[in-house]
C-alpha cells in the first residue's frame, strides 16, 4: 500500500519512500512549449504548488541528473523528456516560514535570513568555497543578492520562488502603509525584485518560475519587475495544481478502494465532490479541480478498518490558514467587501470581473475584491455572461462552512452580541433533541440585530444568522437551499455519522409589521407539508421538521411530525 502524499512538497522524497503520486509532469512540457523564460503561478493555498515546484527542481538540477531515471522513469516527461532537463543550477527561495506576527523589524529579518539560507544553500551544492558565515556581515537582503550573482556570474541559473506573496500578504492584512512602504521603491521586497531583474539581464538567471495565492504584491511591483509572463488564468495550466475527478478517483481506487470493495464507491466519490471540488480557472476549462491537500488530508483520515468517512472533513491547519488570509477581507472599504461577501451567502452568486492588475496607490475597486478572495480561493468561475464579466459562485463546502463561520464572528462582533456564536453547546443539544438552547440562541441574535436595522431586515437577513450559528455543527452537513425535485427547502441538517440522533429539516420565515402572521403561517406550513411528501425527504432517516417564523419580536418553532400532522408550536 503506497503512503499518502500528505504534508509532503519533496518530489524526490514522494518517489523514494514510495507515496502516491499524481503525475504533473506533462505540464512541464507545455511550460517549455511557451517560449517564455519568466512565469509566474498562482493558486490558493493548500494546492500543490510547492510540490510541483520541487519537480521542477529535480527535473532541472544538473546535481540530480544521475538520479533522474529513477525519479523520472514512470512519468510523463520521463518518457517525454526535453532537451533542457538537468541543464541549470538551481536557487530555491521559500518564503512561506516568515514570521509575521512579530512586527516588520522580525519580518525583515526573517526575509533575509531566508535569503542567506537559500544562497548558502547553493554555494554548498555547486561546489563553491564560501561558508554561511562569510555572509553574515552583509547587512541587507540586497547586498547578499548581488554579492551571490557576482560569484555566480557564468552559472545558468534557474530561478525557483515558492510562496513569493505569503509574508507581503500577511503584512497587507495588518497595515496598508507597511505594505505599500516595503513593495515602492527603495523598499527591501521591490529592492529584491530589482536586483533579480538584474540578474535576468546579464543572463545569470535563464529561467524562473514563481508561485503565489495572489496577484497583488507583484502588481505592486510591476514598474521594478515586469519581466514574469502571467499563466495562472491559461486554459492549459488549469489542472497543474490540484486533483482532476480522474486523478481523484486513482487515489480513491488505489488507497480506499482496494480495502473496502463493498462500499458505495459513486456516492464517495459524490461526498467528495461536494466537499473539495468546483474550482475553474478559466472559463473554457473542462474540468473543474479540487483542493489537493484536502483529499490527501481525506485518504489519510479515512478509517479502512471500518470503511468510514472521517469524523472531521476539514483538515485545522487548513482551516487556520484559510481564516488566518481571511484578514484580506478588510483591505480598501471593508464594509462593501462585507456587503458583496453577504451577497454571495444570501444569493450564492455575484458578477464581476477578473483584473489582472491593480494598483494599491488607487482606490480598492469591487472587482479588485472579488479578483482578490477568487485568487485566495473563496470563490471560483460559476460561468461567463458575456464579454469579460463572469458570474463567481462559492466553490464547495468546506468554503461555504468557512464562510459561515466566519459572518458568524462578524454578527458577534459587529454588533457587540453577548452570546458565542460558536459555542457548539446548543448545537449538541439540538443533535440530540433539545432545540430549546438553539431556539434561545437565535431568539438573542435576531432580536438584537432585527432591532438595528429593523426596517431593512428580510427573510434572507434571517437565514443567514440561522446558518451562520448552524456553521458550528461540524457533526452536521448543512445544506442551503437544496434542489430536491424542484423544490427548495432552506436548512436541512443531516448528521454527518449515523450514531447522530436527530435530522432536521427548516423552512424559514420573516414577518414584517404589515404582513400577516396567519397567511405567513399557512404558507410556510403547506411548504413543509409539500417536502415532507417528497421521497428524498421521506428516506431521511430521524428527520424532524420545522416551520421557523422569525419577527422582530424573536423566533417561533412550529414542528411537523408528517405531511398531515397538525404543527406544534414549540
Given at each position: 500500500?503506497?503512503k499518502?502524499?500528505?504534508?509532503?512538497?519533496?518530489f524526490?522524497m514522494?518517489r523514494e519512500?514510495n507515496?502516491?503520486?499524481i503525475d504533473?509532469?506533462?505540464?512541464?512540457e507545455?511550460?517549455?512549449?511557451?517560449?517564455e523564460k519568466?512565469?509566474i503561478f498562482?493558486?490558493p493555498r493548500?494546492f500543490g504548488k510547492s510540490?510541483?515546484l520541487?519537480t521542477l527542481?529535480?527535473?532541472?538540477?544538473?546535481?540530480?541528473?544521475h538520479?533522474?531515471?529513477?525519479?523520472?522513469?514512470?512519468t510523463?516527461?520521463?518518457?517525454n523528456?526535453?532537451p533542457?532537463?538537468?541543464s541549470?543550477?538551481i536557487?530555491f527561495?521559500?518564503?512561506?516560514g516568515i514570521?509575521?506576527?512579530?512586527?516588520?523589524?522580525?519580518?525583515?529579518e526573517?526575509?533575509?535570513?531566508?535569503?542567506k539560507?537559500a544562497?548558502?544553500?547553493?554555494?554548498?551544492?555547486?561546489?563553491y568555497d564560501?561558508s554561511?558565515?562569510?555572509?553574515?556581515?552583509i547587512?541587507?537582503?540586497?547586498?547578499l543578492?548581488?554579492?551571490?550573482?557576482?560569484?555566480?556570474e557564468?552559472d545558468?541559473?534557474?530561478l525557483?520562488?515558492?510562496?513569493?506573496?505569503q509574508?507581503?500578504n500577511?503584512?497587507?492584512a495588518?497595515?496598508?502603509e507597511?505594505f505599500l512602504k516595503?513593495v515602492s521603491?527603495g523598499g527591501?521586497?521591490?529592492s529584491?525584485?530589482e536586483?533579480?531583474?538584474?540578474?535576468?539581464q546579464?543572463?545569470?538567471?535563464q529561467?524562473?518560475?514563481?508561485t503565489?495565492v495572489?496577484?497583488?504584491?507583484l502588481?505592486?511591483?510591476?514598474?521594478?519587475?515586469?519581466i514574469v509572463?502571467?499563466?495562472t488564468?491559461?486554459?492549459?495550466?488549469?489542472?497543474?495544481?490540484?486533483?482532476?475527478q480522474?486523478?481523484?478517483n486513482y487515489?480513491?481506487e488505489q488507497?480506499?478502494f482496494?480495502?473496502?470493495d463493498?462500499?458505495?464507491?459513486k456516492?464517495?466519490?459524490?461526498?467528495?465532490k461536494?466537499?473539495?471540488?468546483?474550482?475553474?480557472f478559466?472559463?473554457n476549462?473542462?474540468?473543474r479541480?479540487y483542493?489537493a491537500?484536502?483529499?490527501n488530508?481525506f485518504?489519510s483520515?479515512y478509517d479502512?478498518?471500518?470503511?468510514?468517512?472521517p469524523i472531521?472533513m476539514l483538515?485545522s491547519n487548513v482551516?487556520s490558514?484559510?481564516?488566518?488570509?481571511?484578514?484580506?477581507f478588510n483591505?480598501?472599504?471593508?464594509e462593501?467587501?462585507y456587503?458583496?461577501?453577504?451577497e454571495f451567502?444570501?444569493?450564492?452568486t455575484v458578477?464581476?470581473?477578473l483584473?489582472?492588475?491593480?494598483?494599491?496607490?488607487?482606490s480598492?475597486k469591487?472587482?479588485?475584491f472579488?479578483?482578490?478572495?477568487y485568487s485566495?480561493g473563496?470563490?471560483?468561475?460559476k460561468?461567463?455572461?458575456f464579454?469579460?464579466v463572469?458570474?463567481?459562485?462559492?466553490?464547495?463546502?468546506?468554503?461555504?462552512?468557512?464562510?459561515?463561520?466566519?459572518?458568524a464572528?462578524?454578527l458577534q462582533?459587529?454588533n457587540?452580541?453577548?452570546?458565542?456564536?460558536?459555542?457548539r453547546?446548543?448545537l449538541?443539544?439540538l443533535?440530540?433533541?433539545?432545540?430549546e438552547p438553539?431556539k434561545?440562541q437565535?431568539?438573542?441574535?435576531i432580536k438584537?440585530?432585527?432591532?438595528?436595522?429593523h426596517?431593512g431586515f428580510t427573510e434572507k437577513h434571517?437565514q443567514v444568522?440561522?446558518?451562520?450559528l448552524l456553521s458550528?455543527a461540524d457533526?452536521?452537513?448543512?445544506d442551503s437551499q437544496?434542489?430536491?425535485?424542484n423544490k427548495?427547502?432552506d436548512?436541512?441538517?443531516?448528521?454527518?455519522d449515523k450514531?447522530?440522533p436527530n435530522n432536521?429539516?427548516?423552512?424559514?420565515?420573516?414577518?414584517?409589521?404589515?404582513?400577516s402572521?396567519?397567511?405567513?403561517?399557512?404558507?410556510?406550513?403547506?411548504?413543509?407539508e409539500?417536502y415532507?411528501?417528497?421521497?428524498?425527504?421521506k428516506n431521511?432517516?430521524?428527520?424532524?421538521?420545522f416551520?421557523?417564523?422569525g419577527?422582530?419580536?424573536?423566533?417561533?418553532?412550529f414542528?411537523?411530525?408528517?405531511?398531515?400532522?397538525?404543527p406544534?408550536?414549540?
Amino acid at each position: 500500500m503506497k503512503k499518502i502524499i500528505y504534508g509532503i512538497s519533496n518530489f524526490k522524497m514522494a518517489r523514494e519512500d514510495n507515496y502516491l503520486y499524481i503525475d504533473k509532469t506533462k505540464h512541464i512540457e507545455s511550460l517549455e512549449n511557451l517560449n517564455e523564460k519568466y512565469l509566474i503561478f498562482l493558486r490558493p493555498r493548500r494546492f500543490g504548488k510547492s510540490l510541483f515546484l520541487s519537480t521542477l527542481q529535480y527535473y532541472y538540477d544538473e546535481n540530480s541528473a544521475h538520479e533522474f531515471d529513477a525519479l523520472f522513469h514512470d512519468t510523463y516527461i520521463g518518457k517525454n523528456p526535453t532537451p533542457l532537463k538537468s541543464s541549470y543550477r538551481i536557487l530555491f527561495f521559500e518564503f512561506s516560514g516568515i514570521n509575521t506576527d512579530s512586527g516588520m523589524e522580525i519580518i525583515y529579518e526573517g526575509f533575509k535570513d531566508n535569503i542567506k539560507s537559500a544562497i548558502s544553500r547553493y554555494f554548498s551544492n555547486y561546489g563553491y568555497d564560501i561558508s554561511r558565515d562569510s555572509l553574515n556581515s552583509i547587512e541587507t537582503p540586497t547586498g547578499l543578492l548581488k554579492y551571490f550573482f557576482d560569484v555566480v556570474e557564468d552559472d545558468k541559473i534557474y530561478l525557483l520562488i515558492d510562496e513569493y506573496d505569503q509574508f507581503a500578504n500577511a503584512i497587507l492584512a495588518h497595515s496598508m502603509e507597511e505594505f505599500l512602504k516595503i513593495v515602492s521603491k527603495g523598499g527591501f521586497v521591490r529592492s529584491f525584485y530589482e536586483v533579480i531583474k538584474g540578474a535576468t539581464q546579464t543572463g545569470t538567471v535563464q529561467k524562473m518560475f514563481i508561485t503565489g495565492v495572489t496577484p497583488i504584491t507583484l502588481d505592486s511591483l510591476s514598474s521594478g519587475f515586469n519581466i514574469v509572463k502571467h499563466i495562472t488564468y491559461k486554459e492549459e495550466f488549469n489542472d497543474l495544481a490540484g486533483f482532476t475527478q480522474e486523478e481523484v478517483n486513482y487515489s480513491l481506487e488505489q488507497y480506499i478502494f482496494k480495502e473496502c470493495d463493498s462500499i458505495d464507491k459513486k456516492a464517495l466519490q459524490e461526498k467528495l465532490k461536494v466537499w473539495y471540488n468546483g474550482y475553474l480557472f478559466n472559463i473554457n476549462a473542462t474540468k473543474r479541480i479540487y483542493n489537493a491537500t484536502l483529499v490527501n488530508y481525506f485518504l489519510s483520515e479515512y478509517d479502512r478498518k471500518r470503511c468510514e468517512m472521517p469524523i472531521k472533513m476539514l483538515d485545522s491547519n487548513v482551516a487556520s490558514d484559510y481564516r488566518a488570509i481571511m484578514k484580506l477581507f478588510n483591505i480598501g472599504d471593508s464594509e462593501r467587501n462585507y456587503k458583496i461577501l453577504e451577497e454571495f451567502i444570501e444569493n450564492g452568486t455575484v458578477t464581476g470581473i477578473l483584473k489582472d492588475r491593480y494598483d494599491l496607490n488607487q482606490s480598492f475597486k469591487e472587482d479588485d475584491f472579488i479578483t482578490l478572495i477568487y485568487s485566495m480561493g473563496f470563490i471560483t468561475i460559476k460561468n461567463e455572461d458575456f464579454g469579460e464579466v463572469s458570474e463567481f459562485c462559492i466553490p464547495n463546502y468546506v468554503i461555504k462552512m468557512l464562510y459561515f463561520n466566519y459572518f458568524a464572528v462578524e454578527l458577534q462582533q459587529r454588533n457587540n452580541l453577548a452570546i458565542s456564536f460558536d459555542s457548539r453547546r446548543p448545537l449538541i443539544d439540538l443533535a440530540r433533541g433539545n432545540f430549546e438552547p438553539f431556539k434561545e440562541q437565535l431568539n438573542t441574535a435576531i432580536k438584537t440585530l432585527s432591532n438595528r436595522d429593523h426596517y431593512g431586515f428580510t427573510e434572507k437577513h434571517f437565514q443567514v444568522i440561522t446558518l451562520a450559528l448552524l456553521s458550528f455543527a461540524d457533526f452536521y452537513f448543512i445544506d442551503s437551499q437544496p434542489e430536491l425535485d424542484n423544490k427548495y427547502p432552506d436548512i436541512v441538517l443531516i448528521g454527518r455519522d449515523k450514531k447522530v440522533p436527530n435530522n432536521y429539516l427548516f423552512e424559514l420565515k420573516w414577518k414584517k409589521e404589515k404582513d400577516s402572521y396567519e397567511s405567513i403561517k399557512k404558507e410556510g406550513i403547506k411548504q413543509v407539508e409539500g417536502y415532507l411528501k417528497l421521497d428524498k425527504v421521506k428516506n431521511i432517516p430521524k428527520l424532524r421538521s420545522f416551520l421557523l417564523i422569525g419577527s422582530k419580536d424573536g423566533v417561533e418553532f412550529f414542528e411537523l411530525t408528517s405531511a398531515k400532522a397538525n404543527p406544534t408550536r414549540s
